[in-house]
């Protein structure tokens, strides 16, 4: 199928718009003395950083229209770059042979989403200068996805600066300013921004049947400060899974966002072609798998760049216990670590800093310091399991809690240290590097505030650091 886009070929585009076709009109009429002044009010008209060409009074429409075909695939257009005689009609013939939708933006004008395996003929309009063009969707920019005219035979044409994908990576966040750790500590946590720790026994039945929905809506993501998230059954981190080993898994994953999506678990062993296959808005996939080995499995939307659809939320963590069960405590928490990146409002994580792993804050279970705000509370002399998960999408995480020592660690498929075996030892910390999981546990004997940290304290100092009350 083919979608017409933009206006046909056969009535030419205005260079610049209304103002500009009288402009042209008026030049034609009234001859070069009061051209100078048109071009003047042209300028001012158009504005500051327009991706419309300027008219420069040495060319003139040459009536010429270049048509060429341009592929899309993964984050490029192929070829990435045309040159045209100045003063031409560009006509783009976009083939879409990635794996998700783009569009492209250029010159002024934007194309409609065009989906894998779909066409889109694009009036670019006329250019005189060289023109940068790229696609819209989030993230997509930043990741090269670019797009080059470059005219010739243009005289004394001021050389537009092809207008990079990035600025210079700032050093403070121009968007937002990041609440300091005082802010954070003093503020309330917001509706809705709670996410319970508390980890359930796994459901009965050993085929699990659950519908995800990608949405993407406004959240308060740190005190003060609101912006889009990408959201599995809205919430972020999504929704944590828990069955046996020999389970079977069935998620229909329906995308109701604006851009593709797609989900990958980690705790399946599939061939990813189908099940992890980037759909778009509208469209749903069912993705099955057994869980034949257990542990704390990472899950996470797989749809580039995946570092901005994981810092935008699209994480969560899969838990399989094991056929003989574990052993017996009085509280099972489920912690997931990940960095927090501000943008703004509408946009949600910046895509720039996300590339450029120039995170703001961090936390755990998607809100800075949220167990700060609102502690676990537990009694002398209870034992707990906290299963920790590091969704990152970059950062490492070293979970200690201040005032206890691990005596039983299982991390990646192993125990390095476990309880009643005898021997008299422990460890102070559980190290994660993204997409890393494991759990700790730990019998909490004497009352008092104890506090959970990425040891990596700068990290820590973000936002991963959380308050447990024993009574
Ligand atoms: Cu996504």
Do not use: K
């Not at 402009?23 to 500051?48: D, E, F, N, Q, Y």
């Not at 010159?107 to 250019?127: C, H, K, Q, R, Y």
């Not at 593709?260 to 980690?266: K, P, R």
């Not at 590339?355 to 502690?375: E, K, S, V």
Request: hydrophobic fraction near 40%.
């Amino acid at each position: 199928m083919t979608i017409p886009v933009g206006a046909p070929a056969t009535e030419p585009r205005p260079e610049h718009g209304p103002e500009a076709q009288t402009g042209w009109a008026s030049w034609l009429v009234i001859g070069l003395a009061i051209a100078a002044v048109i071009v003047l009010g042209v300028t001012l008209t158009t504005g500051p950083g327009t991706q419309r060409a300027q008219a420069p009074a040495e060319v003139t429409q040459t009536g010429e229209t270049i048509t060429q075909a341009i592929r899309i695939d993964g984050m490029s257009y192929h070829p990435n770059r045309v040159e045209i005689p100045a003063g031409s009609r560009l006509v783009l013939e976009l083939v879409n042979g990635g794996n998700q939708p783009h569009d492209l933006t250029l010159n002024g004008f934007t194309t409609e989403l065009i989906d894998p395996g779909e066409s889109a003929t694009f009036d670019a309009g006329v250019f005189t200068a060289d023109t940068q063009g790229w696609c819209t969707i989030a993230g997509h920019r930043a990741q090269g996805m670019v797009f080059n005219v470059v005219v010739t035979g243009a005289t004394d044409v001021p050389a537009q600066a092809i207008t990079p994908g990035s600025s210079p990576t700032p050093e403070t966040n121009p968007f937002v300013d990041v609440p300091s750790p005082a802010t954070r500590l003093a503020a309330e946590l917001p509706e809705g921004a709670w996410y319970d720790p508390a980890l359930p026994p796994a459901p009965t039945g050993t085929v699990h049947e659950l519908a995800f929905t990608v949405t993407e809506e406004i959240r308060e993501v740190a005190p003060g400060h609101q912006q889009a998230q990408w959201l599995f059954n809205g919430q972020a981190p999504g929704p944590t899974l828990r069955g046996r080993v020999g389970d079977t898994f069935r998620i229909t994953l329906t995308n109701h966002g604006t851009m593709g999506h797609s989900i990958d678990f980690h705790a399946g062993e599939v061939s990813p072609d189908a099940p992890m296959a980037t759909i778009s808005p509208g469209e749903s996939l069912v993705y099955e798998f057994v869980a034949r080995r257990w542990g704390i499995w990472m899950y996470h939307c797989a749809t580039a760049p995946m570092s901005l659809h994981i810092a935008n939320g699209m994480a969560g963590a899969v838990i399989i216990d094991p056929p003989a069960g574990l052993d017996e405590v009085d509280h099972e928490y489920t912690l997931l670590a990940h960095e927090i990146f501000l943008g703004q409002r509408d946009t949600g994580a910046d895509a720039e800093r996300v590339n450029a792993g120039r995170h703001d804050l961090t936390g755990f279970n998607g809100y800075p310091n949220q167990y700060d705000l609102r502690p676990l509370e537990i009694t002398a002399g209870q034992r707990v399991r906290f299963w920790v998960l590091n969704v990152g999408p970059d950062n490492p995480l070293s979970f200690h809690i201040v005032g206890a020592v691990f005596d039983t660690v299982f991390s990646e498929g192993s125990y390095s240290v476990r309880a009643g075996l005898g021997e008299s030892t422990g460890a102070q910390v559980l190290p994660l590097l993204p997409a890393q999981g494991g759990f700790v546990e730990v019998t909490f004997e004497e009352p008092g505030t104890y506090t959970f940290v990425n040891h990596i304290m700068t990290e820590g100092e973000r936002g991963q650091h959380g308050t447990i009350i024993v009574r």
